[in-house]
């Protein structure tokens, strides 16, 4: 065996208030404040840290405050479920990972059932064989048996691999994710290109929003990498954030907020999807297709509260499948069904030919009844890379306007198990998002599972004057909007924030502002 783990560096102790305001900023602080003890509940998490012997999460920190019975830690095929132990050491970094993660009083996830804290040298394990000069084979492995951890937090990296490790370690990861529906939740590393085990098809690889994160494609074969980011200065601890949300996201679905279906609600493909979906996108994302995410961004940045609130919209299936000639033209079928919510998601099938694509359609009316409203569409398709298979099938998301039967956004890799589209000012209409299974002479199987993720949306500012105070409302869902003023609307304007904490009154922000006879206006504005 080698060693080739690296600590994704960072700063120890990571400040309270900080952290605070970064709850706020990726809706944990929303969500708590609308639902009810959404916080992990029942959902077990691993932590593998690198650095052996140090490696362990100290319960008494003041940043985790957990119970020493929550832990288990694991070496060499050792156990124990004391700190301190014989096994390792503390580290200062697997504390601050656990403090974001499930840490007390500033962690996401607070409740989670059980933390398998393992070194992460034993976790994941690397055999090498040089079977001709020059040439080196590499083997990875993980534990041969499902360690029963829904979710896994990986915030290491493999420093520098070779494309031939960085297949290896992927390969690893994607058939026990696959097997054992594990989603792990892994750092893309702090600067340069991303690194494995973040550049694995079935897991979550993490940026830093606002840090010096590495950046996609993947070395391999140019997949869009990182996933999804969170407002760090080190991805180390980004991706604690993004594992702490999909605890959430599973323990809503284990207990029905998704639905009484709860087997597709909890499946990593579409925890996955609905985290990438409701991300926020920055001002500058932009994606280059076909890839479908933004190479510094993914997704945008993780707000788990839009997640949620797609996952409470509940499972819709598809109105129509019908198949067409392979690569030939899949426009609307002109169904009457309609998706009765606009903001949702499912788990389901589709099926190709030798000689046909297979299309699910997805048709719904996008309208609030207001003249002249513009929506925002945000949509996207997760698939597994299958367990042994080195090649994925390819599939594609697609959204048409059903009147016209033009095509609105497509997208389409050849290399991604996650498909991705995102469009601002959609007008209202009829639409159809359809999912579609390419056929032709080789692929994976005859029938693949996804999940898909959903949410168009128009959201308003209503203005109402009392006296000399002015009270603006908007919507909580979704999430990421702020409330600009300005006094004069001639070139060059200047917004800023009226500086008001809004405050949650039935599902609506409301900010109260004294206009002392001044004339203004507000908008409102995502990042």
């Known amino acids: 065996m080698i060693r080739v783990l690296l600590f994704l560096l960072g700063v120890s102790q990571l400040g309270l208030a900080v952290h605070a305001e970064h709850l706020d900023s990726i809706g944990v602080t929303l969500l708590r404040t609308v639902t009810t003890n959404v ?48 096994l390792g ?22 409740n989670v059932a059980h933390v398998d804290n393992y070194d992460a040298n034993y976790f994941i394990q690397i055999t090498v064989t040089v079977p001709f000069p020059g040439i080196t ?21 493999f420093s520098s691999p070779p494309v031939t490790l960085q297949q290896a370690v992927d390969y690893a990861y994607d058939n026990y994710a696959a097997r054992y529906n594990t989603l792990f939740v892994s750092g893309a590393g702090n600067g340069g290109p991303v690194s494995p085990p973040a550049t694995c098809y079935n897991g979550l690889g993490v940026g830093d929003y606002g ?11 140019g997949r869009a990498k990182p996933d999804i980011t969170a407002p760090e ?8 954030e993004v594992s702490g949300a999909a605890a959430l996201l599973m323990q809503a679905g284990l207990r029905g907020d998704g639905g009484g279906n709860t087997n597709p609600a909890t499946d990593i493909r579409t925890v996955k999807a609905l985290l ?69 998601w499912d788990f389901n099938t589709n099926s190709s030919s030798s000689t046909t694509d297979g299309i699910n359609h997805y048709y719904f009316d996008v309208t609030n009844g207001l003249n002249n409203a ?4 945000t949509a996207t398709l997760v698939w597994n890379r299958q367990f042994s298979h080195t090649n994925i099938n390819n599939l594609d998301l697609f959204l048409y306007d059903a009147e016209s039967s033009n095509l609105v956004a497509a997208s389409t890799s050849m290399v991604d198990n996650v498909e991705h589209v995102w469009v601002p000012q959609l007008p209202q209409g ?88 001044t004339s203004q206006f507000f908008r409102l504005q995502r990042p």
């Open 89 to 110: 050491l503390e580290s200062g970094h697997a504390d601050d990972v656990a403090s974001n993660f499930y840490g007390l009083p500033g962690g996401i996830a607070t």
């Open 276 to 344: 990438l979906n409701g991300a926020i996108k920055p001002a500058d994302w932009t994606n280059n297709p076909p890839s479908p995410l933004d190479t510094r961004y993914g997704a945008g940045v993780l707000d788990v509260f839009n997640s949620y609130e797609q996952l409470a919209g509940g499972k819709h299936g598809y109105i129509v499948s019908n198949a067409v000639s392979t690569n030939s033209p899949h426009p609307p079928t002109g169904a009457s069904g309609t998706i009765s919510v606009l903001s949702g």
């Open 430 to 517: 009829r639409y159809d998002l359809q999912v579609l299974k390419h056929g032709g002479p080789n692929p994976v199987s005859i029938s693949e599972s996804y999940a898909l993720a959903w949410e168009f949306f128009s959201t308003s500012l209503t203005v109402a004057s009392s006296d000399t105070n002015v009270v603006l409302a908007w919507p909580v869902y979704p999430d990421g909007f702020v409330v600009e003023t300005t006094t004069n609307l001639a070139p060059p304007i200047v917004w800023s924030a009226p500086g008001a904490t809004p405050t949650v009154t039935n599902n609506q922000n409301q900010v109260t502002l004294d206009t002392a006879n």
């Open 137 to 157: 084979n590499y083997t990875a492995f993980l534990p041969s048996s499902n360690i029963d951890d829904s979710v896994v937090n990986q915030s290491f990296i």
């Open 211 to 221: 840090g010096g994160s590495s950046v996609g494609p993947t070395p391999d074969n």
């Open 374 to 377: 513009a929506f925002t569409a």
């Open 233 to 240: 200065s080190y991805s180390s601890f980004s991706t604690p």
């Open 39 to 86: 916080d992990g509940t029942g959902v077990r998490v691993a932590q593998p840290e690198a650095g052996a012997p140090t490696f362990e999460v100290n319960p008494a920190n003041s940043l985790v405050q957990q119970p020493a019975s929550l832990f288990t830690y694991i070496s060499n095929n050792v156990a124990t479920n004391y700190f301190p132990n014989t």
